[in-house]
């Protein structure tokens, strides 16, 4: 049997002050999320790439022979836009999803958004606070502004914000294609080898996720080897 991966943490982050500057130049009104008998409180969305371009539907699911396309506020967004383009695959749905202060989302699954089922939901933390609680398959995640993730929504999760600011997510909904696949190998391989699951990389465990990024030639791996390489440096 095919072991499920459950989530993912991505070895190089994105800009968080880039991110938080685009975000700060958005007005558009907050559409309250449709899932409304899993949460309790302010749980609302800005769609930046929709089925037809809608600033008004967040559903992910492709119908009606519609297609995905970027809204209006995309174009408010450059380095929101490289974010999404860097994983060299189909992007579906781009949401910001708020988590207000107060607010909380019950344990619920996703049915078939896994990584194994052909679509990866990718995260990256925008604003967040350290009394965010993020629980997957019964285990917390603490996720750091810019950093990245992939998490199996097929699996149970919940979410709660006690902090007083809100909690701010950049989320794609991207198809799985051979160099997204080969990212993902690269990535997962390395985690095995380590006996426990750290929240950070080892500067080791960096180099030889980079070496191995680099054997794939593809130009989303060569991307993120760069952007690891380029956080190595800073570091030293």
Known sequence: MKQVIRYIRFPFTFSSQLLQQEFSRLSHHWIRHYNVAHYEGDWSALPLRSLGGSLTDLLPEAREEKTFEDTVLMDACPYMRVVI???????????????????????HRDAELSFEH?????????FTNELVEFYIDGERVVMEEGS???MNFNLPHRL??????DRVHLVMDLKVNDTLQKTFDAVADERKKMTTMPDA???????????????LGAATALEMAYRMEAELAKDQ
């Open 85 to 107: 383009d860097s994983f060299g695959c189909q992007v579906m749905g781009v949401r910001l999803l708020k988590l207000a202060p107060g607010a909380l989302i019950r344990e």
């Open 148 to 150: 990245c993730w992939y």
């Open 160 to 165: 709660n914000n006690g902090g007083d600011t």
């Open 118 to 126: 052909g679509e990866a939901r990718i995260h990256v933390p925008i």
């Open 201 to 215: 990389f080892s500067r080791v465990e960096k180099e030889n996720m980079i070496a191995s990024l680099r054997t």
